[in-house]
């Protein structure tokens, strides 16, 4: 109750002083490193926030193998290095067993708050339950967890928006009728996938059913392409065949076995949708290897360093930059709330299966070559050092 009080006191004090994100003085942040296993080998720093050993907040995400979560870790820690509460950020390398584990093992350290982003939203229901029968608020971070009303809150980027986005760029590029389109998509065991095509097919099918575009990579899109809406069984079938699993590899041999199987007229100026910046850079050097690609116009997503330099250099044509300062900046800010036992300021609610999750939404900013700079280097996202031929 008194350290409680101590923190709250704190908290307003650093708050008064526009300290940016967070509460407090002190930190204790863990990092899971990035073992295989994902709930062993923590390197963790103490200085002291909480004497008990205990953790306030645990934090889980889903692998340090792609940049994009990476990304979160860094802005993370970023905010939380002042904190009064104490902070353990885990790694679940993308298994949901290894996610189980660490929710647990969190639990056992006495967490009041959970921020979780599943590696699959289906499968992480059971550590949500987990952590809900102790007590814990449980916030879904990024992806929804689904099936289960073990979740008390989400917060996330508009994702819809993101794959409207994306949509809309290759739109706003293409000229004439039959252009050649490619379809990537995100895992099928993330939600977000599902409202990354649904954002893009809303834009692009009225321009399929013109003959804007013409899908060459997938008879199941091909069989749907006269429905404005798809069920998400439908988008299921499509996703099912020209998914990434978010891996690079499969991106890549997936982008490999498409330009095999198409003619040299399915090529020529073509447009993709990649659904992030990973999959995007392999299926752009796939495509840029082809010699009858002649020209590419290709989506991505997270704003990844790699693909900032790739968008600098013409190698990948536009991202869609969420703010991730802003995503962790609402996610502790909600935690703070919780564990000064006020209720979350939310700004709607999604439907994950089972319940309406309250969320709190953020929009999202399409980058190209020509407002890198403004976008990403004016804000301090990244500094203009960390690229070359940045003009
Ligand atoms: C999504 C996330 C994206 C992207 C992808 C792959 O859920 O919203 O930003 O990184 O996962 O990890």
């Not at 889980?60 to 940049?67: A, G, S």
């Not at 993370?76 to 902070?87: C, I, P, Q, R």
């Not at 590696?119 to 007590?135: N, P, Q, R």
């Not at 699993?245 to 990649?274: Q, R």
């Amino acid at each position: 109750m008194k350290r409680r009080n101590m923190k709250a006191i704190v908290f307003v004090c650093i708050l008064s002083l526009v300290f940016a994100t967070l509460v407090g003085c002190s930190s204790q942040t863990s990092t899971n490193g990035g073992s295989n296993n994902g709930s062993s080998s923590n390197e963790s720093s103490t200085s002291g926030g909480s004497s008990s050993g205990t953790v306030d907040v645990g934090i889980v995400l889903p692998t340090k193998d792609e940049p994009r979560w990476i990304q979160d870790e860094t802005r993370f820690n970023e905010a939380l290095k002042d904190t009064d509460y104490s902070v353990e950020v885990l790694f679940s390398q993308g298994s949901s067993a290894n996610e189980k584990q660490n929710v647990e093992s969190l639990i056992t350290k006495g967490i009041k708050v959970l921020i979780i982003c599943p590696h699959d939203g289906d499968a992480a229901a059971a550590a949500a339950e987990a952590a809900k029968a102790e007590g814990i608020t449980v916030i879904a971070y990024d992806r929804l967890i689904t099936g289960t009303d073990a979740v008390d809150y989400y917060v996330t980027f508009d994702s819809v928006a993101v794959g409207e986005a994306q949509g809309q760029y290759l739109i706003d590029k293409a000229e004439g009728k039959g252009n050649p389109l490619y379809l990537y998509a995100g895992a099928a065991s993330d939600n977000n996938a599902f409202l990354f095509f649904e954002g893009a097919w809303n834009v692009l099918q009225p321009k399929i059913a013109d003959g804007t575009f013409v899908i060459k990579n997938s008879s199941e899109a091909v069989a749907l392409q006269d429905k404005a809406t798809l069920t998400r069984d439908e988008m299921s079938k499509i996703i099912g065949q020209v998914t990434t699993n978010w891996d690079f590899n499969e991106a890549k041999n997936k982008a490999e076995a498409h330009l095999t199987a198409a003619s040299k007229e399915d090529k020529g100026d073509v447009f993709i949708l990649a659904p992030n910046d990973g999959t995007a850079r392999s299926i752009a050097d796939t495509f840029a290897a082809d010699p009858d690609v002649t020209s590419y116009v290709i989506t991505g997503q997270d704003a990844e360093k790699a693909s900032i330099q790739y968008i600098i250099d013409g190698k990948q044509t536009m991202t869609v930059f969420k703010d991730v300062r802003t995503l962790v900046k609402d996610s502790i800010d909600m935690a703070v709330s919780i564990l000064e036992g006020k209720t979350p300021e939310t700004t709607g609610s999604y439907n994950n299966k089972a319940i309406d999750v309250p969320a709190k939404q953020t929009e999202v900013i399409v980058v190209e070559q020509s407002n890198v700079k403004s976008a990403l280097i004016d804000s301090g996202y990244y500094d203009a050092s960390e690229f070359t031929n940045l003009n």
